[in-house]
Nanobody, 116 residues
């Protein structure tokens, strides 16, 4: 059974920073992709950033490129999202994601609210 537990969300003023963490537990294969997605009120869920396990290749949504940084610690099966220069439009529920052997696993989500 794979479980993803997120932490680090909260309320921050525009221009501020937050760091999200997501720890995966269970049977985690060495070859996988971890990432962050978000769903803003009234919008569909969108990819924010992903990172591969082997080469740590990253991919970012255009809206966050240059402001957010995704990283991972394979020894801890943990992925991080450092969010800087936050904007009100970054307000959303952020979900951790693990893609492994063709199956997607999701965390419960953590709220990020950016006030103007």
């Amino acid at each position: 059974q794979v479980q993803l537990v997120e932490s680090g969300g909260g309320l921050v003023q525009a221009g501020g920073s937050l760091r999200l963490s997501c720890a995966a537990s269970g049977s985690i294969f060495s070859l996988n992709v971890m990432g962050w997605y978000r769903r803003a009120p009234g919008k569909q869920r969108e990819m924010v950033a992903t990172i591969t396990s082997v080469s740590s290749t990253t991919n970012y949504a255009g809206a966050v490129k240059g402001r957010f940084t995704i990283s991972r610690d394979n020894a801890k099966n943990t992925v991080y999202l450092q969010m800087n220069s936050l904007k009100p439009e970054d307000t959303a529920v952020y979900y951790c994601n693990l893609l492994m052997s063709g199956t997607y696993y999701w965390g419960q989500g953590t709220q990020v609210t950016v006030s103007s």
